[in-house]
């Protein structure tokens, strides 16, 4: 089944300069935890145990947060303050973390490219962590896919609604709803303008993806903004009948950009952090 999830996390994160030119935008906090543990957490929470990121120059804070830090452990041992780090050890303890560098930062279909010598020839999710996705109801945004994918067996992107104005934004999809929630993808358009949008459903950064989408990616043209878009790759999938989108349960921050960042540090604060969670 569904062992690995790739975090492609090479992105130069323009939107949040000058935080991000020294540091990766996966490592912001939200309240006091980085965005890419959140990521990790939802993979883990959905039964996923090999974590491969994808990482470029200037990430290396990345590796070293899914690592033993022996000093800093040495130091707090046996203090109240050991309780900050035990979430952040156990998945040291219960997940494996490989890493590739991008070296040029083509496009997420590039970035995801990349991981395959990570992923081998299986089927896989991919999360981008700067989407950052809670669940305070029941299973993760995650979960919910892999259990749909055990159903149908196909590659499955997330979808939101989203303003009309907003989808110059996003990769938004056409298609027919076979099941609560669930579309089976007939086109996709990155970025569309408002009056070219085929709808208002719009990918966000949760994907699982069957391993031919490899192939697709090395034959696609470098397409809007010159990037190698995945939605490019997966457009080609989706007229063999073989994408899903999926309108999940849960809420869904874009952490990538100011707003959607406070949003999520308000929510976390009372939601998650002063009730202990
Ligand atoms: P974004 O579109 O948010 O781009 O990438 P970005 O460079 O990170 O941020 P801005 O727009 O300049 O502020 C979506 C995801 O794809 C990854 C990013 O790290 C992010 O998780 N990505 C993007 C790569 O890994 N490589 C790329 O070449 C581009």
Redesign the pocket.
Known sequence: MIRKCLF?????????LPATKAMP??MLPIVNKPLIQYAVEEARDAGLQHMAI?T?RGKRALEDHFDISYELEHQIRGTEKEKFLAGTRELIETCTFSYTR?VE????G??ILSGRPLIGDEPFAVV???DLCLNLQGDGVLAQMIKLYKQYRCSIVAIQEVPRDQTHKYGVIAGELIAEGVYRVSSMVEKPSPEDAPSNLAII?RYILTPDIFDLIADTQPGKGG?IQITDALMKLAQDGCVLAYKFDGLRFDC??AEGYLDATNFCYENLYLKGL
């Open positions: 492609p996390a090479a992105g130069y994160g323009t939107r949040f935008k996966e994808v470029g991008q930062m083509k496009g997420l590039h970035a981008l962590a700067d950064g990037e990538g950009g």
